[in-house]
């Protein structure tokens, strides 16, 4: 496998630049937009990183949130967003990231990160060493999420219709009363 | 005139059926290649929600209509769970009991195959229903809710 780490750092970088333009801007439109590159730019991180199967469903999932933040955002005639600076909220959020970097430091300084890639996982090892004869599927890929880890797929199904139906009624309860009212009038 | 242009209206009736055999493909081959019921349903979904950009909610329902799509979310969403079931009959919940089949063949590999299927019907028609949530319920609900989450 050739050297692909300066192409994964550029990618890193622009996302990171990315996501502070989403971040910062005033203009809701500008801020899904940068969004929308941050995750297009994930994709082909994954495609370098030999992963087709999430860069297809990062990609197919990122054009639809794509249009449907874009119908959303526009429907907005004021499209400039007020922010609001917690100074305590800041504050919190500053004194976790520092917990969270300090942890990191405790577990990983003693033993050193293990390079890129490296060593294969004892768990990931079986499933590539045994998932074409076990389930006759090529794509590995397949054969974990929908055979060894089916329930986890089922559960993961689960949370989008159940999300799906929430929305749902929470959006159909608004339509019926907007009817109500578009009729005598 | 309802929609968009002559010329998106052309081209999206060109498009939508080749973007539809192509989200049937990443379906049908999810064990063979790239892909799998996720992507290939987010497809499918994408093709109906061009034909409702192009030509308006009233075209694409009468491809797809609410309630079809409603049922189609719900028959995927039992089928998979069906599917877990069956595997009681060779001992528990989701064991892969039918027969693999050869290996590198469109018939293989037990029940990934129907999940895969399964999984597009119940991703794909959801996403749709989402996007027509969206669409028929934006002029007063959608608006007043984000309206009120700013102000």
């Known amino acids: ?185 | 005139m309802k929609g968009l242009t002559l010329i998106v209206k052309t081209i999206t009736d060109f498009v939508v059926a080749f973007i539809v055999v192509f989200g049937a493909y990443i379906v049908l081959y999810g064990h063979l290649t790239p892909g799998g019921g996720f992507a290939g349903g987010v497809i499918i979904a994408c093709a109906f929600i061009l034909l409702m950009l192009g030509h308006g909610k009233e075209v694409a329902f009468s491809r797809l209509g609410e309630r079809l799509a409603h049922v189609l979310d719900s028959a995927g969403a039992l089928a998979f769970l069906i599917i877990g079931w069956i595997g009681f009959w060779g001992g528990y919940f989701f064991l892969n009991v039918f027969g693999r089949g050869e290996q590198f063949r469109l018939i293989s590999s037990g029940m990934i195959l129907p999940i895969n299927i399964a999984i597009a019907f119940k991703v794909g028609t959801s996403l749709f229903i989402v996007f027509a949530a969206l669409a028929i319920f934006r002029r007063r609900s959608f608006r007043s809710m984000i309206e009120d989450e700013l102000s």
């Open chain 1, 1 to 185: 496998m050739e050297n692909i780490t300066p192409q994964l750092y550029t990618l890193l970088v622009f996302m990171v630049i990315g996501s502070i333009v989403a971040i910062e801007t005033r203009n809701l439109l500008s801020a899904v937009i940068s969004v929308s590159a941050v995750g297009f730019a994930l994709s082909v991180a994954f495609l370098f990183l030999g992963a087709p199967d999430i860069a297809i469903t990062q990609l197919v999932v990122e054009i639809l949130v794509l249009i449907i933040l874009i119908r959303g955002t526009i429907l907005l005639d004021n499209t400039a967003v007020e922010l609001h600076r917690d100074t305590l909220a800041v504050i919190v959020t500053l004194i976790f990231f520092g917990l969270i970097l300090g942890f990191g430091a405790m577990i990983f300084g003693s033993r050193g990160f293990p390079a890129f890639g490296e060593p294969l996982m004892s768990v990931s090892r079986v499933y590539v060493m045994r998932g074409l004869p076990e389930t006759h599927a090529a794509n590995i890929v397949t054969s974990v999420i929908l055979d060894y880890r089916a329930y986890d797929t089922m559960g993961e199904a689960t949370v989008l219709f159940g999300s799906i139906l929430g929305a749902l009624a929470l959006l159909r309860k608004d339509g019926k009363v907007a009817k109500k009212e578009v009729v005598p009038a």
